[in-house]
């Protein structure tokens, strides 16, 4: 914190604010400051600033968390850039216009996230990382769960991540986004394939193509592979009617197909796409 300024009421006033916003890095700050300093006031005003963090007014203060648009006294900065060095997440808390804090936030992998990323890659996907944190954070992170380094896309805003579906579409590509946030929206609306995580926001499933419902990343594997079982599928059934349908038409047409036997024929089509179909309730 800024000299002359307290630790318990820069997180009373932050996690207030944060309090009121789904975010991932918010629920952490407002969890933080429940348990350093108990109850938090109800925000009198709160509005959500996509890529640049929230802003409201708590207890008459104006209040912002995220990122501070000016220079920061020096004592703050070394600490925001001591903490993004070390691959944590920092955001500035200011109130009333001027910066008081650093809040640092360290990413938990989910011990799942690189099993996921494995996964992805098996099916013949390339595995991206697109994230609004800094590049020490995103490429600590992208280490861990071994995505390429030149596969990362750190510090962009929500239309900059729109800008980069839209490249990678550009170059022939379809484009798969799993995302959880309200900066993620508007990049899931634009991907071929949009996936929100269950555990997100509204906004990211509202315009999702699909929500995954549990908060696991080898969900999204999961589902690729079911879709892809689904469509052969659908082609199989496809080529079996068809088949028949260009076999059996010339032997009716000509007389030399009883009609009792292509009933029959026509009822274990039948029979042969639904059981066919039926066989996907196995997938695991």
């Not at 009421?9 to 944060?18: F, H, K, N, P, Q």
């Not at 596969?151 to 729109?162: F, G, I, N, R, S």
């Not at 899931?188 to 696991?216: H, K, N, P, Q, W």
Request: aromatic share 4%; net charge negative; no cysteine.
């Amino acid at each position: 914190v800024a000299d002359g300024t307290a630790e318990e009421d820069v997180l009373r006033l932050a996690g207030a604010l944060e309090h009121a916003s789904e975010h991932p890095v918010a629920r952490a700050v407002a969890a933080g400051a429940r348990k350093r300093v108990g109850g938090l006031p109800a925000p009198e005003h709160f509005e959500n600033v996509p890529g640049r963090g929230v802003r409201g007014r708590v207890d008459g203060h104006a209040v912002t968390v995220g990122r501070f648009p000016g220079p920061l006294p020096d004592a703050l900065a070394r600490a925001k850039d001591a903490a993004e060095a070390e691959g944590r997440t920092a955001v500035v808390v200011a109130l009333d216009g001027t910066a008081v804090a650093v809040l640092t936030v360290a990413d938990t992998i989910k011990e799942t996230s690189a099993e996921a990323v494995r996964d992805l890659r098996a099916l013949g996907l390339t595995p991206v990382l697109l994230t609004g944190d800094n590049r020490a954070v995103a490429e600590a992170v992208a280490r861990a769960v071994g995505i390429d380094a030149a596969d990362v896309y750190a510090e962009v805003l929500p239309e900059e991540k729109v800008a980069v579906v839209e490249r990678l579409r550009a170059e022939g590509r379809s484009v798969a986004m799993v995302g959880d946030g309200v900066n993620d929206a508007a990049a899931l609306a634009t991907a071929d394939l949009g996936l929100a995580m269950g555990t997100g926001t509204d906004a990211a499933i509202e315009a999702s193509d699909l929500t995954l419902v549990r908060g696991d990343l080898r969900v999204a594997a999961d589902a690729i592979r079911l879709a892809r079982r689904t469509l052969s599928t659908i082609r199989g059934n496809l080529v079996w009617a068809f088949g028949y349908n260009v076999a059996a038409l010339p032997l009716a047409a000509a007389g030399l197909l009883n009609p009792m036997i292509a009933g029959a024929a026509m009822a274990f089509s039948s029979v042969f796409v639904v059981t066919n179909s039926l066989r996907l309730r196995a997938f695991s």
